[in-house]
């Protein structure tokens, strides 16, 4: 696993990370049962806060991409209401598509952007 942080984007460290490790499950580069490194081991290597990992970490958890135990540690362990998840995708697909519209982007283009970033996950 090698997770990278730009220190110099205006994005937040702990959205860099989320985001990460949510398209490494994604792909498969980390499935349910692994083990993410330790708040302190993370917050080390990627040279940042170790209060912005366990962040991260707690996220995940909330979302339902992880669970924590001080036992094991941090583990990929997916854990989602169909349900809600159905609706909160419903809700970010709607914000997405308002988004293209107001940047001019037609139908036709957004499924292109959409397969194609589909695809490079499934590979």
């Given at each position: 696993m090698?997770?990278?942080?730009d220190h110099n984007s205006e994005e937040s460290k702990y959205i860099q990370l989320h985001d990460q490790i949510i398209m490494m499950i994604a792909s498969g580069k980390l499935a349910e049962g692994d083990i993410l490194p330790s708040v302190r081991e993370m917050a080390e290597v990627l040279d940042i806060n170790f209060h912005t990992v366990n962040k991260t970490y707690a996220m995940?958890?909330?979302e339902g991409?992880?669970?924590?135990?001080?036992?094991?540690g941090t583990v990929v362990e997916l854990s989602f209401n169909k349900r809600e998840?159905?609706?909160k995708?419903?809700?970010e697909i709607k914000l997405l598509i308002a988004e293209a519209k107001c940047r001019n982007l037609d139908v036709d283009e957004l499924h292109r952007m959409i397969d194609s970033n589909f695809g490079k996950l499934s590979k």
């Open positions: 090698k997770f990278e942080i995940l958890r909330d991409y992880v669970s924590m135990d001080p036992r094991v998840s159905r609706a995708i419903d809700r």
